[in-house]
């Protein structure tokens, strides 16, 4: 079983993972996607319960059966005799033209299915920002690995430099011991990173909706240009008004003043309109008794219903939470427009930081070909070329970092004014 889970994953998930790919498997696979979809559903089937009990008619058909023999040594009289058996059949199909509770609570069930729409979306866009976010992780954590292994072989190859010079008498204990340790904090660091590596992996691949991640995975980093968000940086606030707990709250708020005025217009009657048919006989109803006039009965009715007992209580009570959907709408608005600003500023931040960090790289790139072509010409040791291709190494590493910060800035700036991640 285990050899054709394995194949079965290796098939399915390539070694080679790439965002897009990552993406794929994740709508397939994250069972908090399923369940949110789930949510969705049962919402959506509640209201068109609601619905259906209020807007279709109620068929009710009963059947009864009397035995009245009486014992012997009962008296009777003549005016309570009755037929020694009895049954009767009846069937009413009854339509409530108007009852303001009903639908009322019909409209609830459609709030409600509409709130859990923007709350699946607001949950939805939550964790793909947190599919990105680990997935860049993985990335870092790759070069993070690739910097750590580089540290290894120049500490190494430092002590022993160190050593070789110790032997000719040029360098001192102190100067081992210190290259020494350098090489050991080296592999503590590597240790480390390796750690960090597979505790991202192993998120990643909880994501993905899998138990394990792939031993052979191999993160490849997204080279698409990162988008600019200029072009819709000027409506922020008219954008604002689609975030998905904006639009819960203007749900809330329509729910509490619907809710108010069928409330107030409660004191209306419930009204209901049905036909009857019965049957009663001696006999049980056969076909043949159904034809005769004499044992079945048939008409119409039309019923009032008054619900004065509690209406004063009930409009006081819808009247407050109108008030209360109204200042919670407030509130989210004022929150959310905060962080609204709050993710602008990151954004900025981020982007000044990847500008520094091109910067960086492009200056470590050229420092490195120097030390090369130094090297090639005897002018410079190993060690001083493994010095500039670590720093080059860090620069890269820095630069995957501040485009890892850039891109969860520019997306935490989208989910600040509501829109849907890719």
């Given amino acids: 079983m285990a050899v054709w889970m394995a194949l079965l994953l290796s098939l399915t998930v390539p070694d080679t993972l790439t965002l897009e790919q990552a993406q794929t498997l994740f709508f397939q696979q994250n069972p908090d996607l399923q369940a949110l979809q789930l949510q969705t559903r049962w919402a959506g089937q509640n ?8 807007a279709f008619p109620q068929f009710q058909a009963s059947y009864q059966y009397q035995n009245l023999r009486r ?10 005799e ?18 303001g509770y009903s639908l009322a609570h019909v409209l609830d069930r459609w709030w409600e299915y509409r709130k859990t729409q923007e709350q699946a979306r607001q949950t939805r866009n939550q964790l793909v920002l947190t599919l990105y976010q680990t997935f860049l992780e993985g990335v870092e954590g790759q070069e993070a690995l690739a910097l750590a292994v580089l540290q290894v072989q120049r500490a190494r190859e430092t002590l022993e430099q160190v050593k070789q010079r110790q032997a000719l008498g040029d360098a001192s204990r102190v100067e081992v011991l210190q290259a ?14 390796v750690q960090r590596h597979r505790q991202a992996l192993q998120k ?8 394990h991640p792939s031993p052979s995975w191999v993160l490849l980093p997204d080279t698409a240009a990162s988008p600019s968000p200029e072009g819709w940086l000027q409506n922020l606030r008219a954008r604002l008004r689609q975030h998905p707990e904006i639009r819960q709250a203007q749900w809330s708020l329509q729910q509490g ?20 048919w019965s049957y009663g006989d001696e006999a049980f109803p056969a076909w043949q008794r159904f034809q005769d006039q004499h044992t079945r009965t048939r008409g119409w009715y039309v019923s009032l219903v008054f619900p004065f007992h509690t209406y004063p209580w009930d409009v006081a009570l819808q009247k407050t939470s109108w ?4 200042t919670q709408a407030r509130r989210a608005w004022l929150q959310r427009w905060t962080e609204v600003q709050n993710a602008l500023s990151a954004y900025e931040s981020a982007q000044e930081g990847l500008q520094l960090a091109k910067t960086g790289l492009t200056l470590a790139q050229e420092s490195f070909r120097l030390a090369r072509a130094q090297y090639q010409q005897g ?44």
């Fill in 323 to 326: 008030d209360l959907a109204a």
């Fill in 82 to 99: 009755t037929p020694p058996e009895w049954h009767s059949l009846t069937l009413q199909l009854e339509q409530t033209l108007w009852n």
């Fill in 379 to 422: 002018l410079i040791s190993e060690v001083e070329l493994l010095n500039a291709q670590e720093k080059l190494k860090q620069a890269e590493l820095q630069h995957l970092q501040a485009q890892t910060q850039y891109r969860l800035a520019l997306y935490h700036l989208k989910l600040a004014v509501g829109e849907d991640l890719p």
């Fill in 204 to 211: 990643l691949a909880q994501l993905l909706g899998m138990e």
């Fill in 47 to 54: 209201w068109a319960r609601s619905l259906s009990t209020w």
């Fill in 180 to 193: 020494e340790l350098q090489w050991q904090q080296a592999r503590l660091d590597s240790l480390q990173a």
């Fill in 257 to 276: 003043r619907t809710g108010f005025w069928f409330t107030v217009l409660s004191f209306l009657p419930t009204v209901k309109y049905g036909i009857t």
């Fill in 71 to 80: 014992e012997p040594e009962t008296p009777g009289f003549g005016f309570l």
